[in-house]
């Protein structure tokens, strides 16, 4: 049996800091590097993150709508970057963020989390607004593989509130829900429950919210959309130690020369941990 992803992620923060960069492949950024838009820009691009990054950083997140941007040929690419990513020694996070009910749900769950399926990863972004419990499939899947799942809870967009914030007939959020619903996922996983909640770097105090699941918070938004590791403190108070701060564009704009996206990232992750640790 597989270790569960929660005690694999542990030991990697701690071992490589509490770091993911994501690949995404904007056609601004091919372009910045010198690529094309195009399936060989594709493959350049994410095998340049890869070889810079897998044996580096604890979480590698690619985003797979970059990939199915080019149909077919940019998911083969997709593939072959999840699985250099794991040979390599990084975790890969797929970015995928299905949601879906029922049957189809659970189709999508054994398109990422089957370890046998070509695009199998250690975990991946799930969508919970069909409902938390529509999530059920993956859930299972993911625990009898040994995968994590980062269901989102309060995205770092401006947007996100309208539905995340909104109270139902108990009293409680949505946002509150779905953090709930985690929190019961990962009773008794330790060091680390395997089942992560998205939480934006960009939220500022969220003092209202009970962060206390167990598990991970990937923490996107540092970078382009304008939050920074100082940040961090603020909006996740007690719960700092389980926070993976994610970034794509602050890391990759850095590239194509491999050893100055390493050091970008190792900024990045010194920064984290300082903004931790002064926590
Ligand atoms: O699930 C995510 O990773 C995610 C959740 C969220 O709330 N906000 C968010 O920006 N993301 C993703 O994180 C990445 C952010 O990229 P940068 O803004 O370039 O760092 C994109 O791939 C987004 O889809």
Redesign the pocket.
């Known amino acids: 049996m597989t270790e569960p992803f929660g005690a694999r992620l542990r030991r990697a923060m701690d071992e490589r800091g509490p770091l993911c960069v994501?690949i995404?492949p904007h056609a601004s950024l091919l372009a910045d590097w010198g690529l094309g838009d195009d399936v060989a820009g594709l493959e350049r691009f994410s095998r340049t993150v890869v070889e810079a990054l897998a044996g580096h950083v604890a979480v590698l997140?690619p985003?797979s709508a970059f990939y199915e941007r080019f149909g077919s040929r940019g998911v083969a690419v997709l593939e072959a970057s999840v699985r250099e990513a794991r040979e390599a020694g990084a975790l890969v996070l797929m970015?995928a963020?299905r949601g879906d009910i029922g049957s189809t749900m659970a189709a999508y769950a054994e398109s990422f989390l089957r370890p046998d399926a070509p695009l199998f990863s250690d975990a991946l972004?799930v969508s919970p607004y069909l409902g938390y419990g529509s999530l059920k499939p993956a859930v299972d899947l993911a625990r009898q593989s040994g995968a994590g799942l980062?269901v989102?809870a309060l995205?770092?967009?401006p947007e996100?509130g309208e539905v995340q914030h909104a109270v139902r007939a108990d009293g409680r959020s949505v946002a509150a829900t779905v953090l709930a619903h985690l929190a019961a996922e990962n009773a008794g996983q330790e060091p680390l429950g395997s089942f992560g909640a998205?939480v934006?770097a960009t939220l500022g105090d969220l003092g209202s919210y009970d962060l206390d699941t167990g598990g991970p918070l990937?923490a996107?938004?540092?970078?382009?959309?304008g939050a920074t590791p100082a940040d961090l403190p603020r909006v996740f108070g007690p719960a700092l130690g389980r926070v993976l701060p994610?970034?794509?564009?602050?890391v990759?704009r850095h590239g194509p020369a491999p050893a100055a996206l390493r050091a970008a990232a190792d900024r990045l992750a010194s920064e984290v941990r300082k903004a931790v640790g002064d926590a």
């Open positions: 994501g995404d997140k985003q970015d963020k972004t980062f989102l995205t770092s967009n996100g998205v934006g990937l996107p938004g540092i970078g382009a959309q994610s970034v794509s564009r602050g990759l």
